[in-house]
């Protein structure tokens, strides 16, 4: 079963490359990937030129409409295959990844779409999360060589795939406003069709934490998108519950802000230096319209 991969990207020259590598590297599950760029000022379309010249299922669209929406829906509609992965440039696939979302959806039909959980390659402290999420998909393997699945309650556009036909039933009702979370609201309108959304353990992935390093009040416009996303759906307790989980994560991204910004993760070393350095790469995508 090949996999179409989509992949947004607005100004994302510094981690491009490494990122399109790790997919080719995948093998020949990934049938072709779709760098949508979408208005890119900085040299990330001549990158992935010249990345296409040498792989031919690297290919290149543009998107004129700003936003991670566009760019992304865009991606899926050029799609050529049955079951459409999506990542973003700061996401690092691992080994595996690819096959594991061709075997899930081979074996298991009942699964319209799908996603596994993520640490942040880019901040410290992240083996306590690992070892939770490593139980958890521990888990979902196991429900999985039972013939079952272990429910995910929302995609991230981060690392998820959706079947064609399940992504052709919902397209003429997601959002394309910028002050959503996309992937949130693609996830309530599958869950709305009864489709189902399983957590699938061998589609590993780590995740950039650069909205993280922006500031509490970059983070805090962030996190309004979540409960935004919910009330666009009707659903007002999950609004609030999002509100109390935002500011939660506020208060202790806010603490951490200062560790976090000294983290050097190419030495993997904390330095004072690189807590005073400005990088725009790690700034939060929420500026850009990408989330």
């Given amino acids: 079963m090949p996999i179409s991969v989509v992949l947004p990207a607005y100004n994302e020259e510094a981690g491009i490359v490494s990122c399109l ?8 599950a990934v049938a072709e990937i779709i760098v949508v760029n979408n208005n890119s000022t900085d040299a990330t379309a001549e990158l992935v030129t010249g990345i296409a010249r040498r792989d031919s299922r690297v290919r290149m669209i543009d998107e004129s409409k700003p936003g991670v929406s566009h760019a992304r ?7 050529s295959h049955e079951v459409i992965a999506s990542i973003d440039s700061d996401t690092e696939v691992v080994s595996g ?20 959980l993520m640490i942040m390659h880019d901040l410290p402290f992240q083996k306590h999360f690992q070892r939770r999420q ?5 888990m979902a393997a196991r429900r999985l060589a039972d013939g079952r699945h272990l429910r995910l309650l929302a995609l991230s556009g981060a690392n998820s795939a959706i079947r064609r036909h399940a992504w052709e039933a919902i397209k003429d009702q997601v959002s394309y406003r910028r002050d ?12 709305e069709a009864g489709f189902e959304i399983a957590l699938i353990p061998g589609m590993g992935a780590t995740v950039s934490g650069r909205r993280l390093l922006a500031g509490p009040r970059e983070f805090l416009k962030y996190a309004a998108c979540g409960a935004r996303t919910y009330r666009l759906h009707g659903k007002t307790a999950m609004a609030a519950l999002a509100w109390v989980t935002g500011i939660g994560n506020l208060v202790r991204m806010t603490v951490l802000l200062p560790v976090n910004r000294a983290w050097d993760p190419d030495t993997r070393t904390f330095s004072l ?5 400005h990088d725009e790469f790690r700034e939060s995508p ?6």
Avoid: C, N, P
Avoid at 73 to 79: I, M, S, V
């Fill in 97 to 116: 990844w690819a096959e594991a979302i061709e075997q899930t959806f081979a074996e298991h039909s009942q699964i319209a779409a799908g996603g596994s």
């Fill in 21 to 28: 590598e790790r997919l080719i590297h995948q093998g020949e």
């Fill in 180 to 191: 959503v979370f996309e992937d949130l609201d693609r996830s309530l309108h599958l869950q």
């Fill in 134 to 138: 490593d139980r958890i998909k521990r």
């Fill in 273 to 277: 230096r690189h807590m005073r350095s």
């Fill in 73 to 79: 829906y865009a991606g899926f509609d050029a799609a």
């Fill in 286 to 291: 929420i500026k850009s319209g990408l989330d």
